[in-house]
Structures are given as C-alpha cells and as structure tokens.
C-alpha cells in the first residue's frame, strides 16, 4: 500500500522547453507512451482513490495509468505562472524556484501554493485505513516536488522542487 505521486507524461511545451502552467497542453506521443509504460508497471496495483491535477495533461495521464477517472482537485493544479506561462525557459527572469512576479503579473505567490498543497496532503492524511490504500497522485513537476518536501517536513522545498520527477515518472511514500 502507498501514495504514488506521478508526474504527468511529457506535452509538446515540455518537448520545446517551455515554461507550462496551466495555459498547457495535452500529452504528445512520448507522454502517452511514458503513462502507458507506467500502466504497465503499475498493472497489479488497484488504486483504490486516483487524483489529479484539474490539467488535462494529468487527467490523461491518471486515466492511462489507472484506468479509472480520476478526482480532479483543485489544490494541486500547477503553479500559476501568470505572463510567463509559454515561454522559453532560458528566456524567463527566475526569482529561485518561481517567474519574478515584478516582471511577469499574474504569478502565484510561493506561500499560496505550499499552503494548498499542505492543504491537500493533510486531507489524503486523513483518510480512514489510509495504511490500507493505494493511492495515484498525477500533478506536475511542481505539485510532486511540494509533495516529496511534505513527507520531508518541508525542509528545504525549494531544493524538492528543483529535483522533482521528469515527465512520467513518480515516487512511493
């Protein structure tokens, strides 16, 4: 039994090294690929609960994997990255891990986005039998980088979001 957190299969944004928030794409070719592979690795495991982004990038990906459909929760929809969402990352002004919000307008503040992923992990926590469970967590590289920094007490998340997962791949807790 486990939480399996999932980041979604590569976009075509991905592919081209854009910055992808939630003016994403759905899968390409390799990102179905990469989700069906993880279906096939995951074939004898029945998620009793699957949830997901409300990105359609990681509702495909959670369909794929589970064949199931996944609750969509708000809570760990990607970060918002207002203006900069699109573009090329070498092009983007960083502030650490987040677009420079006195650049770009419309970025999300850091302390908004732990706080409803602190929010939703409390809330899959608390799940009766939680220990009994297995559960599929389809978000993006910066949802699944907050969640690892959860289980890690949220030392250093900055550092947890910068190594997260790659496209299609995931983490047991």
């Known amino acids: 039994m486990g939480i399996y957190v999932v980041r979604h299969g590569e976009t075509k944004l ?15 070719q390799k990102g179905i690929k990469q989700a069906e592979n993880l279906s096939r690795e995951f074939a004898n495991i029945n998620f009793d609960i699957v949830i997901s982004s409300p990105q359609m990038r990681a509702i495909q990906t959670a369909k794929i994997i589970s064949s199931k459909e996944p609750i969509v929760d708000e809570r760990i929809d990607v970060f918002d990255l ?3 969402d699109r573009l090329k990352k070498e092009e983007v002004e960083m502030m650490g891990v987040i677009p420079n919000p006195q650049k770009y307008k419309g970025v999300e503040t850091f302390e908004n986005f732990v706080s409803r992923i602190k929010s939703f992990m409390d809330n899959v926590k608390s799940k009766e039998n939680i220990e009994e469970l297995n559960i599929l967590i389809v978000g993006h590289k910066c949802t699944v980088g907050a969640i690892d920094a959860y289980f890690n007490g949220f030392r250093d998340i900055k550092e947890s979001m910068k190594n997260a997962s790659k496209n299609g791949e995931y983490k047991v807790y």
């Open 82 to 84: 207002g203006e900069a």
């Open 14 to 28: 991905n592919e081209e090294g854009r910055m992808q928030g939630r003016n994403g794409e759905p899968l390409n």
